[in-house]
């Protein structure tokens, strides 16, 4: 296994459990079982998925050439490659509705990146039932996503030596 795929792995997996957690998060948050984030490790797996989603943001706004100071950094681009598939695959499964234009697609994600901010101020009883489960549906859809690649990448590389 090359140095490149090691990174890569390490990415898939970085993503992948960041998505897992905060895909069970948000279920216990639309279940009712949590009112409030209060407990540290909650709270920093929604600053990670908070800081995934502003790299989605900057990476996409970057491709998309919009105006602005954006500063895209090499995790941007690649945080927006699996956001990109995973907003595909949604709208193939009729998730969610068809989006027509850059600017649908950047709505899409500070939707998200507001629900996750609101659940950090703990303002949860204010964020839509709806938004909840497409934030839910999104991180939930990245999870499969990534363990579906990280499956691939141990075939490719049963075992890691140099």
Request: charge should be negative; charged fraction near 25%; avoid cysteine.
């Amino acid at each position: 296994m090359t140095i490149e795929a090691i990174g890569e792995q390490a990415a898939v997996f970085k993503y992948g459990f960041l998505s897992i957690k905060t895909s069970k998060l948000l279920s216990e948050i639309i279940d009712n079982q949590i009112k409030e984030i209060s407990n540290e490790e909650d709270n920093e797996t929604i600053q990670n998925a908070e800081e995934f989603l502003s790299n989605i943001i900057n990476g996409q706004s970057f491709i998309a050439r919009e105006e602005g100071n954006l500063k895209p950094t090499l995790e941007s681009i690649e945080a927006v490659d699996y956001a990109l598939n995973t907003l595909n695959e949604l709208q193939e499964n009729k998730a969610i509705e068809k989006i027509k234009d850059l600017s649908e697609i950047n709505q899409f994600f500070r939707k998200i990146h507001t629900v996750l901010s609101e659940i950090s101020k703990n303002k949860i009883d204010q964020i839509s039932h709806v938004n909840l489960k497409l934030s839910k549906n999104f991180f939930s859809n990245v999870s499969n996503k990534l363990l579906s690649e990280a499956q691939e990448m141990a075939k490719l590389y049963p075992q890691t030596t140099f």
